[in-house]
C-alpha cells in the first residue's frame, strides 16, 4: 500500500495548514542557497502548487527540479513501450494460471467492484502481471477521495513543467528502468500473492486509504508514517527496505553532490520523508539543517 504514497499515489490534496510540514528548507553544511524538499502525491492536482505555502517560490528559486523520475524520460514513446512490455505476463504466467478458480473468482469479484462501471472484466486484463492490476485498483481505491480527477493534471509533472516554462531544466532521481523494476519484475508469486491480499482485505485497505488521505491533507507526516508502517496492514520489513528506505538512502546520496552545486527543488512521494530512514533525517544525519517552510 505505500505505492499510494510513492509511486502510484492518488489523494487529492486541499492545503490549508499555516505551517507547512510537505515543503523543507534544506540549508547549512556549505551550501551556499537553500534547496527544498517537497513530499507529493503522484496524482494530487496541480493547483497544489498554489496551495502550498512556499511552493510557488520555491520552484522560482530553485536551479533544478529533481523529480523521482524526469518526465519528459518517463513519457517518451520508447519508456511507454518498456512500461507497457514490463506489464505483460509471459504466456505461462497469466492471472488464470498464477491463481486458482476460487482465487481468481476472490480477484474478480473485487476487480468488478472497482471496474464495473467501466465495462471492463479481468478476463480482459487476463496478460498483465499481478502488479499491474493491484496498482489500477489501488488508483480506483483512493479516487473517491477527491473530485474532478485528472490524470494529465498531475502535481509532480506540473512543478517540472512550470520550472521548465521559466528556464530551467529538471532531472530525474532514478531511472524509468528502475522504476519498472521496482514495479512489475518482481517474482510473479509475490506479486500474486499480494494481490490476493490484498483482495481478501479489500475493506482494511480502504481504511487505510482513507487514514493516509486524512494524515496528508492535515499535512501531518508522523501520521502519515504511523499509517504507512502499522503492523496490521503495513507492508513487512522486507518491502518497506525495497519500496522506501534503499531508495532514500540512494537519493540522499545523490543529493549530497547535487545541491552543493544547484540549488535544488526535490520532489518525492510524501512517504519518504517521515521516519528515522526517511529522506529528511537522513540529510540532517549529513549534517544539513532541515526545517518545514512557514509563510
Partial sequence: ?????????????????????????????GLLRPSY??????????????QVPGLAQAIESCDIVMGEVEQDSLLSQEAQSRMAQAMMAPADSTLDKLFSQSEYRTVE??????FSTMGVKLSQMNMLKPNAISTQMQAMQAIKYFDNFNAADQIDMAVQTRASQEGKPSAGLESVNEQI??????????QAAGLLEACRHDDN??????????????????????????????DSAEQM?????????RWAEKLTH????????VCVGAGHLPGDQGLLQLLRNAGYTVTPVTQ
Fill in 1 to 29: 500500500m505505500k505505492r499510494i504514497i510513492t509511486l502510484l499515489s492518488v489523494v487529492l490534496v486541499v492545503c490549508t495548514s499555516a505551517q507547512s510540514q510537505l515543503l523543507w528548507k534544506v540549508s547549512g553544511n
Fill in 37 to 50: 524538499i517537497f513530499g507529493t502525491h503522484h496524482m494530487a492536482s496541480s493547483s497544489m502548487i498554489d
Fill in 109 to 114: 469479484k473485487v476487480f468488478n467492484k472497482y
Fill in 181 to 190: 523494476d521496482l514495479l512489475f519484475n518482481t517474482p510473479l508469486t509475490e
Fill in 205 to 234: 485497505f480502504q481504511e487505510q486509504s482513507a487514514a493516509l488521505s486524512e494524515a496528508y491533507m492535515s499535512q501531518d507526516l508522523e501520521r502519515l508514517y504511523a499509517v504507512m508502517t502499522d503492523a496490521t496492514t503495513g
Fill in 241 to 249: 527496505e525495497r519500496l522506501i528506505y534503499s531508495r532514500n538512502r
Fill in 258 to 265: 547535487i545541491m552543493p552545486e544547484r540549488a535544488s527543488l
